[in-house]
Protein backbone atom coordinates (compact mmCIF):
# COMPACT_ATOMS: atom_id res chain seq x y z
CA UNK A 1 0.00 0.00 0.00
CA UNK A 2 2.85 2.40 0.88
CA UNK A 3 4.37 1.57 -2.21
CA UNK A 4 1.54 2.19 -4.13
CA UNK A 5 0.87 5.12 -2.27
CA UNK A 6 4.58 6.66 -3.34
CA UNK A 7 3.64 5.91 -6.95
CA UNK A 8 1.60 8.19 -7.19
CA UNK A 9 2.35 11.62 -8.69
CA UNK A 10 2.32 14.69 -6.20
CA UNK A 11 -1.06 15.96 -7.84
CA UNK A 12 -3.11 12.45 -7.50
CA UNK A 13 -1.86 11.77 -3.49
CA UNK A 14 -2.85 15.92 -2.92
CA UNK A 15 -6.04 15.16 -4.82
CA UNK A 16 -6.59 11.61 -2.94
CA UNK A 17 -5.57 13.24 0.34
CA UNK A 18 -8.18 15.90 0.49
CA UNK A 19 -11.10 13.29 -1.38
CA UNK A 20 -10.14 11.13 1.59
CA UNK A 21 -10.53 14.53 4.01
CA UNK A 22 -13.81 15.27 2.22
CA UNK A 23 -14.90 11.91 2.21
CA UNK A 24 -14.62 11.63 6.34
CA UNK A 25 -16.12 15.73 6.64
CA UNK A 26 -19.32 14.29 5.10
CA UNK A 27 -19.79 10.76 6.53
CA UNK A 28 -19.21 12.95 10.03
CA UNK A 29 -21.70 14.95 9.35
CA UNK A 30 -24.01 12.30 7.69
CA UNK A 31 -23.37 10.24 10.98
CA UNK A 32 -22.96 12.30 13.79
CA UNK A 33 -23.98 16.33 13.63
CA UNK A 34 -26.81 15.57 11.33
CA UNK A 35 -28.72 12.69 13.97
CA UNK A 36 -27.80 15.65 17.37
CA UNK A 37 -29.46 18.27 15.32
CA UNK A 38 -32.58 16.16 14.17
CA UNK A 39 -32.65 14.94 18.21
CA UNK A 40 -32.14 18.52 19.63
CA UNK A 41 -34.81 19.66 17.57
CA UNK A 42 -37.00 16.98 19.03
CA UNK A 43 -36.24 17.66 22.59
CA UNK A 44 -37.32 21.19 22.19
CA UNK A 45 -40.25 20.74 21.22
CA UNK A 46 -40.99 17.67 23.67
CA UNK A 47 -39.66 20.66 25.92
CA UNK A 48 -42.20 22.57 24.70
CA UNK A 49 -45.27 20.56 25.51
CA UNK A 50 -44.27 19.56 28.22
CA UNK A 51 -44.34 23.25 29.67
CA UNK A 52 -47.61 24.08 27.86
CA UNK A 53 -48.97 20.98 30.27
CA UNK A 54 -47.47 22.21 33.01
CA UNK A 55 -48.75 25.76 32.61
CA UNK A 56 -52.46 24.12 31.90
CA UNK A 57 -51.92 22.09 35.59
CA UNK A 58 -51.04 25.05 36.95
CA UNK A 59 -53.78 27.45 35.81
CA UNK A 60 -56.21 24.21 36.55
CA UNK A 61 -54.91 23.10 40.28
CA UNK A 62 -55.37 26.90 41.39
CA UNK A 63 -59.03 26.61 40.12
CA UNK A 64 -59.45 23.29 41.96
CA UNK A 65 -58.08 24.96 45.15
CA UNK A 66 -61.04 27.01 44.97
CA UNK A 67 -63.48 24.55 45.00
CA UNK A 68 -65.43 23.97 48.33
CA UNK A 69 -66.65 20.59 49.35
CA UNK A 70 -70.61 19.02 49.54
CA UNK A 71 -71.30 17.46 52.72
CA UNK A 72 -71.44 13.54 52.53
CA UNK A 73 -74.63 12.07 52.04
CA UNK A 74 -75.43 9.48 54.55
CA UNK A 75 -78.19 7.29 53.25
CA UNK A 76 -76.85 3.77 55.26
CA UNK A 77 -75.58 2.44 52.76
CA UNK A 78 -71.51 0.66 52.40
CA UNK A 79 -69.20 2.75 50.32
CA UNK A 80 -68.93 -0.71 47.75
CA UNK A 81 -73.06 -0.21 47.27
CA UNK A 82 -72.93 3.21 46.26
CA UNK A 83 -69.76 2.65 44.02
CA UNK A 84 -71.91 0.10 42.72
CA UNK A 85 -75.06 1.80 41.96
CA UNK A 86 -73.76 5.13 41.07
CA UNK A 87 -71.45 3.70 38.23
CA UNK A 88 -74.71 2.01 36.90
CA UNK A 89 -76.86 5.08 37.34
CA UNK A 90 -73.96 7.71 35.58
CA UNK A 91 -74.08 5.34 32.09
CA UNK A 92 -71.40 3.34 33.17
CA UNK A 93 -73.09 0.13 33.91
CA UNK A 94 -71.63 -1.30 30.38
CA UNK A 95 -68.20 -0.72 31.16
CA UNK A 96 -68.08 -1.91 34.36
CA UNK A 97 -66.26 -5.39 35.08
CA UNK A 98 -66.24 -5.22 38.63
CA UNK A 99 -66.16 -3.37 42.00
CA UNK A 100 -64.44 -5.04 45.01
CA UNK A 101 -63.42 -3.92 48.62
CA UNK A 102 -59.70 -3.23 49.68
CA UNK A 103 -60.56 -2.43 52.99
CA UNK A 104 -63.64 -1.38 55.64
CA UNK A 105 -63.13 1.96 53.91
CA UNK A 106 -62.03 1.75 50.74
CA UNK A 107 -62.80 -0.22 47.00
CA UNK A 108 -61.58 -0.64 43.62
CA UNK A 109 -63.65 -0.58 40.51
CA UNK A 110 -62.59 -2.12 37.49
CA UNK A 111 -64.28 -0.76 33.88
CA UNK A 112 -63.67 -1.64 30.40
CA UNK A 113 -64.13 0.27 27.51
CA UNK A 114 -65.84 3.08 29.11
CA UNK A 115 -65.94 6.34 27.92
CA UNK A 116 -63.41 8.64 29.41
CA UNK A 117 -66.09 11.63 30.05
CA UNK A 118 -68.35 9.70 31.25
CA UNK A 119 -65.78 7.76 33.91
CA UNK A 120 -64.43 11.52 34.86
CA UNK A 121 -67.68 12.84 35.46
CA UNK A 122 -68.89 10.20 37.67
CA UNK A 123 -65.55 10.23 39.27
CA UNK A 124 -66.19 14.31 40.40
CA UNK A 125 -70.14 13.51 41.14
CA UNK A 126 -68.77 10.88 44.04
CA UNK A 127 -66.33 13.22 45.61
CA UNK A 128 -69.21 15.87 45.10
CA UNK A 129 -72.20 13.83 46.03
CA UNK A 130 -70.76 11.26 48.02
CA UNK A 131 -67.75 12.62 49.80
CA UNK A 132 -65.54 9.31 48.47
CA UNK A 133 -61.63 10.32 47.71
CA UNK A 134 -59.61 9.16 44.69
CA UNK A 135 -56.63 7.17 45.93
CA UNK A 136 -55.37 5.50 42.53
CA UNK A 137 -56.71 6.30 38.95
CA UNK A 138 -55.05 4.00 36.19
CA UNK A 139 -55.98 4.74 32.74
CA UNK A 140 -55.31 2.96 29.42
CA UNK A 141 -56.65 3.90 26.06
CA UNK A 142 -58.92 1.49 24.61
CA UNK A 143 -59.85 0.61 21.29
CA UNK A 144 -62.36 3.50 19.55
CA UNK A 145 -62.48 7.00 20.01
CA UNK A 146 -62.66 8.46 23.84
CA UNK A 147 -63.03 4.80 25.27
CA UNK A 148 -60.90 3.85 28.22
CA UNK A 149 -59.66 0.84 30.41
CA UNK A 150 -59.79 1.89 33.84
CA UNK A 151 -58.85 0.89 37.59
CA UNK A 152 -60.23 3.17 40.42
CA UNK A 153 -59.55 2.99 43.73
CA UNK A 154 -61.60 4.91 46.01
CA UNK A 155 -62.04 5.82 49.72
CA UNK A 156 -64.15 7.35 52.36
CA UNK A 157 -63.73 11.05 53.66
CA UNK A 158 -61.35 13.76 53.19
CA UNK A 159 -57.99 13.48 52.43
Do not use: N
Not at 28 to 50: F, I
Amino acid sequence: MIAWWQQLAARERAMLGWGGLLSVLLLGYALVWAPLQDSRVAWRERAMAADASLRWMQSTAQGLQGMTRAPVTADGRSLLARIDATARTSGLAGALLRVEPVTAQQVRAQFQSASFDALCDWLDALKRDQGVRLDEFSVRRAAGSGLVDARVTVSEGAP
